[in-house]
Each structure stands twice: as C-alpha cells, then as structure tokens.
C-alpha cells in the first residue's frame, strides 16, 4: 500500500512537492489541485490528473495526505482548517507569531472531522525548531541563536521589486560570519539586528532610473533592511538570470548551555543547513511529514500537530528494526 | 508534582545525572544506589540517601525514573531487562551493534511489567542517532557520515594503559579536518577509517619502560589503533593530571542529500556537538528521556523505547503551547 498524495496548489512548493514523491517509493502522487484552468498548468509525472482547486472534496477517497501548498499570509489561514475537515493535510505556514492561532483554528477542524492536520512543517518553522526544542530539553540552562543564510529572501526580493523604477531584484541574507565565530567558540553575546545578519542587493534597474534614490529607498526602508547593513549592486536582466537564478538558502541554529554541579562546562550544540534550494528542501520536510500524519491517523490519532509532537521514527520509511539496526 | 529519578550507580554517570536533576525544576533526586558500601558514597545533593543496590526493589512506590548508570559491557545487558520488572528505566547503552538484542529483551521485560524503558539514551547513540534518522527521513537520496571528536575515548585510554610499562594514559580522536571540509562542501567521497580521524595519545610510562616498544605497541595494536594514524607523546603524570583531566568530546553528523526531478540540487545538513564533559552531557540527555519515560508512562505506554520513538515535545519541561509560541 502506497500513501496516496495530494498536492493543493502547483508553484514552487508544489512543484518540489511532486519532486520529493517521486524520491519516496512508498508514496504516489494521485492528483494536483489548482486555482489555475487545470488544463494550463503543466506537470512533471506523467498520467497524474490535474483538476480544479473545488474538485478536492469529491476525491476524499482517492487521496490519503492532501498537502497544502500556498502561502502563508492569506491562502493557509483560511485553506487548511477548510481541508482539514475532509483530508489528513499538511502546511508549511512560516507566521511564526501566528502559529498558536492557526494551530487553535486547525486543531478544531481536524479534531471535529477525526483527520490529521500537520502545520508548519518545512526547515524554519520545522528542523530548525526541533533542534531549537531538542537543544533546550538538553540543556536547561543556556542561550539559543539562529541565522539564517546566506540564501534568497523572497520577502525581501519582493519589497526591493515594489520600489518605483525597479524591474527584478534578488535579496541574499548573510550570517556575520564573526558572530558566528564566537558563538562557537562558546561566548554568549547579546547580539543586535545588525550583528547578526548582513543583507545584499542584486537589482536590474529601469533605463533612466535613478539609482541613488532607488538604493537610498531599499537601505532605509523599514523592518526590511533599515537596521542593517545593507549593499546593492546593480546589474542587467541578463546577469540576474545567469548569476541568481537560484533559491539556495540555509543557516544555523546554536545553543550554548551549560551543566555541571556549579555550570563549570560548556557545550556547544549546532545544526546548520546549506541549501541549493529552499523550496525542494521544504517539500523534502512536508513530505516526510505526510507520512507520518499517514501513520498517526492509521492509529486513531486526530487533530493539529507540529513537528514537535512527531516521534522522529514516523517521518522515515524505515521499520523501527531497521532504524534501530543502520541508524541508532 | 515533580518526577523523582532514582540514580542506580554513582560513577561519572551517576554524578551527571545528579547535576542534571538539579538544573530540572521539575525533577527531583529520590536516592542514589550502589553496589558499594553505601557509607563509603559521598554525593552532592544534600538530604538525599544512599542504598545498596539490592534495596531498590523495595523502594517502587517512591520512584518515578529510575536511571541505569552502569556499562554496556556487563552491567546494562543483565541491569535494563531485571529492573524494567520494578521501575520505568533509562539507559546509556551504547554498544550499537547489540541494540536489536538489548532492545528486545528490555521490550520483553517492560511489556510483561507494564513498564517503559528509554535505552541508549546519550548523543551517539542518542542525538546522533536522531540527526541521521531525521535527515536521512528527509534525505532519502544521500550520503551519512559521522565523525568523533576532537575527544577522549575512555575505551582507547584503557587499551594503553593495558600495556606493560604505561602508568596512565588519555587518548584523543580526533576528525580530519580536509575529510570534513570536502564533505561540507557538498562532496560524497567514500572514505578509510584512516582518513576520517586520526589519534592522540599522551602516555606516563612507568620508570625505566621501553618507550620505543610502547609507541610501537601503540599504534600496531589490532582495531584500536592499527588503522589509524596515531602519534604517541610521553608526558610526565604532573601533565596528565594538569593538561588531560577532563573527558571532553563531541562530533558531527552529515548528510550531503539531492532533490529535484533529476536530482540537480544539492543538501547539506549538519548536527555538530562540541562537549566540555562527554559524561554531563550524555546523562543531560538521559533526564530528558526520564521526563519523556514519565510522560509515556501516564499515558498508558508500556515497553522499549529509543529516542527515535519519543515524540520531541515529551522530552521538554515546556508545554505545547510553550513550544509553539517560543520555540516552533
């Protein structure tokens, strides 16, 4: 029996989605939902059917897992407590401050119609959180750090692109490598915005604009880059889609801590990720996590989860036995 | 309502726990046990009494968690399966190559007694274990690879100090640092064991020893050292004590994975510990894995566990809540 996958929704999410499934032999992909003319939208597998976004709910026995693939500002809110009342799903919703508020919102959907609803699964929210959660457990006392990068910011390739006489831009966000260092090294600094994480620029501007201005506007620009240190190049059209085609990203989660009668050691715990693509390594996560909404569910269990409340056996196709016997 | 651990051996294990307790607020020391005279064991934690190992039994109504600070060699294959009748158990075995078998009789023995039981708790077995499993869950398509130290292995200190003439002795392993860079940078070589670490030994040799037969001893002796490139000092047993006295340690866990239809993109996860004391932090996890065996426990969980079967959030004194809003 393979798990039968779902995927709501087919852009770059989705599209890594299809990717992971064909890596996992004990899944299939069913179907692919669209808000698109489903006959304008393309896929990878061959002899999969593409259908309407509304024609989901008549095809409850035909998929296990349904992953939700849209955004999270104002598609996930309203779609996965909405699905969650006729599929076991899964979401990649990044708000982090609003995760409590959908977790409720899902919770009660899931729970009213017996399925699974995994929410915020991918790296951050996701294994970053749970190195965050296992690094706490372990050691009580101590300071975290996370930095993000050096990846693309979609968020913040979009802020540059809403400035007048901008065409494209491309946003990298980048660790400052010295707090990094002393981190390592076991120090526990308090760190500022701009300590932390320098960002850089690569922006095609329109003929004639004026760049003094169009730069002056994205290092100023509130919340998105005013507190940090921040480059910009200009460059054509044609070096942005040769040089910075890509979505890598990554980073690094810390904590140092320390145990000991009287805290006399220290210890150091690091997970870091390097990515040549975020959203292939997102769907990566969300599709480990079907799995185990699969298993969950098949065992009687209903309502939201987390990646924290995951036993870690569930996301792999492995037996027990066999993670006992190659990777324990 | 606290959990209260019951600490069954009080070597370096032992002593860990107890420090470990401490930094827990919502754990407490219930007694120490021994297979010496208890009146010879002095402990840290005032109020708190020392038995003979063989009282245990008599004392189930007062203990929670009951922690097996014994070796893998001998005493957890015959302590983990005897005690799991009596007490929910957690242990540090670490022999991997016999944890199907460990597993199985502590399963047996835990069921029967409606008991949980965490085995091989620790970082490797242990957060080791998990970094692969989860990164190999998401990366079906990759390369694992670990790496200890740079660290002291009490098992290769104890086979020097096995030589004629050697008064004490303390080994280091440690990684290659150009094995490790290659693999960071997204290679997947397939490596010896002699280019994967290398070892350090510093050796106080008896008056008058043969040091030449010694080093010669050393680096020819079959597994410990005969396939690794190892450099022998002679140190006074004043540089021991002054320059070797503590049990640091650590590691990595890599795995370099691909994604995308045709596998053009590239991963890097990597889980990395840098440990002051390798016995503090082992039984850090340990109480961890006590809180996650007592949760278990109260609902109505019986049998073998390891921490790849423990969802994360139970290893937490946070609430879910807690976990979503700070950590997720």
Partial sequence: MTIRIGIMGYGNLGRGVECAVKQNPDMELAAVFTRRDPKSVKILTE????????????????IDVLILCGGSATDLPVQTPEYAKYFNVVDSFDTHAKIPEHFANVDKAAKEAGKIAVISAGWDPG??????????????????????????????????????????????????????EQIRAGKTPKLTTREKHTRECFVVAEEGADKARIEHE??????????????????????????HAGLPHGGFVIRNGKTGWNLEHNHVIEYSLKLD???????????????AAYRMKQEGVSGCKTILDIPPA????????QLRKELL
């Fill in 47 to 62: 002899g999969v059917p593409v259908y309407r976004a509304d024609e989901a709910k008549n095809m409850t026995d035909r």
């Fill in 127 to 180: 294994m970053f959180s749970l190195n965050r959660a296992y690094a706490n457990a372990v050691l009580p006392n101590g300071t975290d750090y996370t930095f993000w990068g050096k990846g693309v910011s979609q968020g913040h390739s979009d802020a540059i692109r809403r400035i007048k006489g901008v065409k494209d831009a491309r946003q990298y966000t980048i660790p400052v490598d010295s707090a990094l």
């Fill in 218 to 243: 994205i290092v100023t620009m509130p919340n998105y880059f005013d507190e940090y240190d921040t480059t910009v190049h200009f460059i054509t059209e044609e070096e942005l889609k040769r040089d």
């Fill in 277 to 291: 693509s975020n959203p292939e390594f997102t769907t990566s996560v969300i599709v480990a996590c079907a799995r």
């Fill in 314 to 321: 569930y996301l792999s196709a492995k037996s027990g036995e």
